[in-house]
T-cell receptor, first 112, second 112 residues
Framework: DTAVSQTPKYLVTQMGNDKSIKCEQNLGHDTMYWYKQDSKKFLKIMFSYNNKELIINETVPNRFSPKSPDKAHLNLHINSLELGDSAVYFC???????????FGSGTRLTVV | KQEVTQIPAALSVPEGENLVLNCSFTDSAIYNLQWFRQDPGKGLTSLLLIQSSQREQTSGRLNASLDKSSGRSTLYIAASQPGDSATYLCAADNQAGTALIFGKGTTLSVSS
């Protein structure tokens, strides 16, 4: 059973399109995250949600909008995609402060 | 603001060697420090989690230590194998304890 699952695994789209990435965790964790791994493989926090409440929004363009319908789901919607958005996006979850983080397998987004 | 640095950036060793990967962090008031492994094109696999009250954790041939006062952690790999070849990522909490901040990783290559 996958603990943190992301869909899709790969996403190729044209500039200007709008796309969504979905994430679900079955660990009962109260906090979920989106991280971006750029072409240099550096992982950077984008958003953090605790019990559906936005905790962190790290200077991410407004074109990125996370949505958490419940504490087991955190989706990422991206409007007007740009070439620079091409990256691998990782979803993660944790029980804040007391357990380690569990990461999904990533979504490789390619904007052409 | 928490910053995590990993040294060296890359390491090549022959099979069977014992090796140490280094991680330093600027803010010592952390809840957790976590070591991950990432294989090319893959997601993150958690290796070891050290909570702030702990000084080390061991799993098989891996041992991670934590010295909060000096802002350092080391990952020790005993009797390295070609299958250990991967990028190893160190991550520590941010100041609020609301997200993991990653180093840029050490890419390890173990030759047979």
């Amino acid at each position: 059973d996958t603990a943190v699952s992301q869909t899709p695994k790969y996403l190729v789209t044209q500039m200007g399109n709008d796309k969504s990435i979905k994430c679900e965790q079955n660990l009962g964790h109260d906090t979920m995250y989106w991280y971006k791994q750029d072409s240099k493989k550096f992982l950077k926090i984008m958003f953090s949600y605790n019990n559906k409440e936005l905790i962190i929004n790290e200077t991410v363009p407004n074109r990125f909008s996370p949505k958490s319908p419940d504490k087991a789901h955190l989706n990422l919607h991206i409007n007007s995609l740009e070439l620079g958005d091409s990256a691998v996006y990782f979803c993660a979850s944790s029980q804040q402060g007391f357990e380690g983080y569990t990461f999904g397998s990533g979504t490789r987004l390619t904007v052409v | 603001k928490q910053e995590v640095t990993q040294i060296p950036a890359a390491l090549s060793v022959p099979e069977g060697e014992n090796l140490v990967l280094n991680c330093s962090f600027t803010d010592s008031a952390i809840y957790n420090l976590q070591w991950f492994r990432q294989d090319p094109g893959k997601g993150l696999t958690s290796l070891l989690l050290i909570q702030s009250s702990q000084r080390e954790q061991t799993s098989g041939r891996l041992n991670a230590s934590l010295d909060k006062s000096s802002g350092r952690s080391t990952l020790y790999i005993a009797a390295s194998q070609p299958g250990d070849s991967a990028t190893y990522l160190c991550a520590a909490d941010n100041q609020a304890g609301t997200a993991l901040i990653f180093g840029k990783g050490t890419t390890l290559s173990v030759s047979s």
